[in-house]
């Protein structure tokens, strides 16, 4: 009687859904949800590494608003999202019909392609750091021995070829990321679409603009977007590369608030740096998101 | 085996009603088609009888069992789906067997069941291969012997034979049928084609929009049909529906079409002057040549078909569609007369549907 | 991903040359920016210093291939202890996640429950939390429930960005898998449990396996949680230890590093070469929804 009664429990979906999702919910809840709200609260108080802090309201922030080179992180980070993101989708675009060709060994360009995205971040970085480097940078050499130079360029060293430098690595691990994703929506377009345009006379470019573009869309949005909060959100490149310098000029939100934080030992400054990004994400994931909703409805909505 | 009851079913998905209080009692043994146009609630119905769909309102008793609040696994019922659902991972033995794994029961049953299944349906050859790795009609078969194994109270199907190609179609509908011969379960057959349930049925449930029209044996159904819907869906080509007002002639009731055009109605109670609808199926309309009795009309296309010729002509401004066994050829706009056969024609009232 | 066959199609009007202008020399052009800093990662790595640091010859050669810079790291670091560290932190994590987001996605997308929508939603929301934002408060959680420079505060963390992927992704999964099966099971008699182990996971085993190896090389590379939580030496993952072990002040011993970088990296690059499609099918199916 007693296990009857446990089954009936067991078969109805309401009590067996909120057993399934407990394990994830919990996790979830105590290390995302909790800390998600902890963060912003530290924001708000003089918290340091050892001692927790009282509140203290919107004095980070007002500190942080005065502080010249928050503000240039700010710009940093507007800076790196936009140009890598454009340049990612650019030459991702590209790639992806380029190899979205006829061509030979194509499942195997399409896997070493990808390379630079499966590698982590940090060790690849580490390759760029040495392709960078002052004295031995073998870019560098061979510009000079194509005669285009005369002295080694100092990549990281100067503020705006440093920002350039940190873009680039950034292009680099993105675009196979952006490349792979639009090859796969490419794959979904019918060839009989191209074919009748073929027959309706449509030149390659008026068959890209008419039939691959707005096919396209709804995954190009959706890959932007990832392509843009990852961008946004970015870490690990810049501090492997030049750690914000030189004079801070590369530094990025999410690298500030980690110096400040951790080496620095200021917690409540870098919690209210971190939050300070929240803003920017949300408006990326509307932006998107209805961006997305409006482009349903201009397609008449009725297929996913 | 069981006999299966539905008292004043109801369902609701959210505000919108779908099924609207069925009633239905289906006997033991009996082979029930339950038949309509496409989102009529004959799956929804037949999903509160399997236990897929939670019940509204309403009764269902299986065997003396009320089983509104009974799990599937234990209303002893065995289901066949539209798209098979064949397990893909499974090899075919062990789809018919999974449900005895699940019990429990002795490998020697399993087996013993299962080569017992396969030799009525014809699978001995394909147990141990997987889903696909064969035919539409072969997967169809496994999903039947999946059901058998179980030796269910109840068979419930679910459009079984809509996948498959027309030929096998109306081979899986006679293996079916004497499948039923053999094991006499009770069976409950949704389908949306109208010639699967005349051929399948002993009982036919007809609806439309959730709401039962009328029950009968096929041939009830098509002698009598209860309502304009009906008549109109069972039989193909469809009968015809001509619009004109009851008359009383010298050779006795007959339905005025226009002005000097009338049908004979065969007799009826309903006073002269009534509006009303005139059913004719196409084979109880009979061709005559132009000198002959009957009412004048024009033909647009004939169709032989080879067992018989298929007439489709306008008389008194309607489209009319008759049936000959006889090899006509008219050319189009040939002029012929049409007669209605004695007896035949069913009279229906042109507001509720009805039959008169 | 069904692999299409593609047909040759118009392609018969391309000219040859005009092929190679317009596909053959970009793809090569991309291939060779996308590779190289591979093959100067392998190549520094055997390098001897000598040949490093001197500014004549050819530099995209090398003369007199070394393992020394291998030795070094293997011998005078604690690189083997990072790359156990990772490995168990990886597997650990993958494992805990891919067990958690089983029964999720199964919740979510199959038994309907009340509010099982808006907790896909959610879902997907904390799969967009990136961790440059978690990292200050959840070390002050790390520090406070004392597991600070302990593998638990990895293991116990990684799965914030790894459940929200898996669930995502192997939610697609599920709702590929016709209902009639689900129901079928149950007619036959199988409870839930039944359902989600005997129907349900053996049809998801591509998605599994997609789900598993993306959260083994999202944890593989993590970096900035590692770099917060831990600080002795022996309990640092490899992309930490790389990048704050092997540079001594302001003497970069590039060989080492470019081992050490390569050595990282070659787990996650076999898994990756036995399992591209799945790999592929993840990325891309956690984008297409
Ligand atoms: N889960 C559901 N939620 C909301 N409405 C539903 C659901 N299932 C069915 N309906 C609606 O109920 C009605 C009946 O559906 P049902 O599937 O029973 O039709 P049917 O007669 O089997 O049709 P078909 O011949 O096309 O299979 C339809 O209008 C359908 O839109
Ligand atoms: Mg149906």
Same mark, same amino acid.
């Given at each position: ?6 089954n009936?429990w067991?078969d ?8 399934f ?17 902890l963060g ?6 003089d ?40 340049i ?32 982590p971040t ?17 870019l ?31 292009v ?18 019918s060839?009989?679409?191209y ?18 573009? +707005? ?21 690990q ?8 310098? +030189?004079?801070?000029?590369?530094h ?12 620095g ?37 009725a297929?996913? | 085996m ?6 004043q ?5 959210g505000?919108?009603?779908v ?5 239905? !009692? ?44 009974i799990?599937?696994k ?5 289901m ?35 080569d017992?299944?396969a030799?009525?349906?014809?699978l ?29 109270? $109840? ?9 498959l ?24 057959y ?7 349930a ?18 009968? !044996? ?7 049909p209860?309502?304009?819907? $009906? ?9 015809n ?25 065969g007799?009826?109670?309903?006073p ?16 005559n ?5 009957g ?25 009319v569609?008759?049936? !000959?066994?006889e ?28 039959r008169? | 991903?069904?692999?299409k ?8 009007l ?8 317009t596909? @053959?020399?970009?793809l ?14 392998g190549?520094?790595?055997?390098k001897?210093?000598a ?19 291998f ?7 604690s @690189? ?7 490995v ?20 979510i997308?199959r038994?309907?429950?009340k ?9 997907f929301?904390? @799969? ?9 408060p959840?070390a ?20 914030t960005?790894?459940?929200p992927f898996?669930?995502w992704?192997?939610?697609?999964y599920?709702r ?9 099971a149950?007619i ?52 930490v ?6 540079v ?6 590039w ?7 390569l ?14 499609? @799945? ?11």
């Open positions: 009687m007693r296990s009857q009664t446990l009936r067991l109805n979906r309401n009590v067996l859904g909120l057993l999702m407990l394990p994830a919910a919990a996790i979830l809840l105590v290390f995302l949800t909790y800390p998600l709200g912003v609260w530290l924001g708000f108080t918290a340091k590494v050892g001692r927790g802090g009282g509140w203290i309201g919107l004095e980070n922030y007002q500190w942080l608003w005065e502080d010249s080179v928050f503000r240039l992180s700010i710009f940093n980070t507007f800076l790196y999202t936009v140009v890598a993101s454009v990612k989708f650019v030459l991702g675009l590209w790639l992806a019909l380029l190899l979205n060709r006829h061509l030979p060994f194509k499942s195997f360009l399409r896997a070493i392609v990808l390379l630079p995205f499966i590698v940090v060790l690849s970085a580490i390759a760029f750091w040495w392709i960078y480097d002052a004295q031995f940078s073998v560098s050499w061979t510009l000079v021995k194509m005669g285009l130079i005369d002295e080694y360029i100092n990549f990281l060293g100067e503020p705006n070829l440093a920002r350039a430098s940190t873009i680039a690595a950034n680099w691990r993105g675009v196979p990321f952006v490349a792979i994703c639009l090859l796969a929506g490419l794959q979904t377009i060839p009989a679409l074919e009748a345009a073929a027959i309706d006379g449509a030149t390659p470019w008026q068959q890209f603009r008419n039939i691959t573009l +707005p096919m396209l869309s709804p995954i190009i949005a959706v890959v932007m977007t990832f392509s843009v909060l990852f961008t946004f959100t970015d870490f490149l810049i501090w492997v590369l030049t750690r914000g310098g +030189p004079i801070n000029a590369t990025l939100m999410a690298t500030l608030s980690f110096q400040r934080a951790i080496p030992g200021a917690l409540g400054e870098g919690a209210a740096i971190a939050t300070a990004m929240i803003p920017f994400l949300l408006a990326a994931i509307l932006f998107s998101y209805f961006g997305l909703q409006r482009r349903k409805w201009q397609q008449g909505g297929d996913k | 069981a006999s299966v009851s539905l008292k079913v109801r369902k609701s998905f505000h919108t009603e099924v609207h209080g069925v009633d239905v !009692s289906i006997d033991d043994g009996e082979f029930v088609v339950l038949v309509g146009p496409s989102g009529c609630g004959k799956s929804t119905l037949l999903r509160m009888i399997a236990g897929l769909e939670e019940i509204t309102d309403g009764e269902i008793y299986i065997g003396d069992r009320l089983v509104n609040a799990a599937p234990q209303r002893d019922i065995a066949v789906f539209q798209n098979y659902a064949l397990y893909p991972h499974m090899t075919v033995f062990d789809n018919m067997a999974f449900s005895m794994k699940l019990a429990g029961r002795s490998k020697r049953e399993q087996r013993e069941r299962v017992e299944a030799r009525i349906l014809g001995e050859e394909y147990l141990e291969r997987f889903p696909r790795q064969l035919s539409g009609g072969q997967r169809q078969r496994v999903a039947m012997g999946r059901a058998i194994v179980r030796k269910p109270q $109840v068979f419930l199907f679910d459009e079984p034979l809509s996948n190609d027309a030929k096998l179609r109306v081979q899986m509908r006679t293996e079916i049928r004497e499948l039923h011969q053999r094991l006499k379960t009770t069976s409950v949704v389908t949306h084609d109208q010639i699967e005349m051929t399948m049925a002993d009982k036919i449930v007809v609806m439309n929009g959730g709401h039962v029209e009328q029950i009968g !044996s096929p041939l009830d159904l098509y002698d009598y209860a309502n304009l819907f $009906v008549a109109g869906f069972i039989g193909s080509p469809a009968m529906f001509l619009h004109g007002s009851l008359v009383t002639t010298t050779s006795g009731r007959a339905v005025r079409l226009a002005p000097d055009c009338t049908l004979a109605a007799p009826t109670e309903e002269d002057g009534r509006k009303v609808v005139l059913g004719v199926r196409p084979e109880h309309l009979v061709i040549g132009p000198a002959a009795a009412v004048e009309a024009e033909v647009i296309v004939t169709e032989p078909t080879g067992a018989d010729t298929q007439v489709f002509c306008r008389m008194a401004g309607r489209e569609a008759a049936i !000959s066994r090899r006509h050829l008219f050319a189009p706009t040939t002029r012929i007369r049409l007669d209605v056969m004695e007896g035949k024609a069913c009279l229906f009232d042109p507001e509720t549907g009805q008169l | 991903m069904a692999e066959e593609q047909r040759e199609g118009m392609h018969y391309e000219s040859l040359p005009r092929r190679w202008v596909v @053959y020399i970009p090569l052009l991309f291939l060779f920016v996308l590779l190289f800093p591979f093959y100067w990662m190549l520094t790595a055997f001897p210093d040949e490093l640091l001197s500014s004549g010859g050819n530099p995209f050669w090398v003369m007199e291939p070394t393992l020394e810079h030795r070094k790291l293997f011998i005078d670091t @690189y083997p202890e990072w790359m156990w560290n990772t168990i932190i990886s597997v650990v994590s993958t494992f805990v996640s891919l067990a958690a987001s089983v029964f999720a996605a199964y919740a997308e038994l309907r429950f509010g099982s929508r808006q907790l896909g939603l959610a879902i929301l904390a @799969y967009l939390v990136p961790p440059s934002i978690l990292f200050i959840l002050t959680m790390v520090f406070q429930l004392g597991m600070f420079d302990s593998r638990w505060a990895l293991i116990l963390t990684y799965p960005f790894l459940i898996c669930t992704l192997l939610m697609g599920f590929s898998i016709p209902f009639e099966l689900e129901e079928c149950l036959d008699g199988a409870t839930r449990w039944q359902i989600l182990t005997r129907i349900v996971l053996p049809l998801a085993v591509p998605g599994l396996i997609s789900a598993g190896i993306f959260a083994f090389t999202l944890s593989w590379n993590e970096f900035i949680y590692a770099l917060t939580f831990i600080s002795a030496s022996e309990n640092k993952t490899v992309p230890g790389v990048i704050t072990e092997l001594e002040g302001d003497v970069y011993h060989g080492s590093l470019m081992a050490g970088a050595v990282g990296s070659l787990p996650v690059a076999v898994m990756y070469s036995f399992f591209v499609e @799945y790999y592929v099918a993840g990325m891309t199916g956690a984008v297409k929804e």
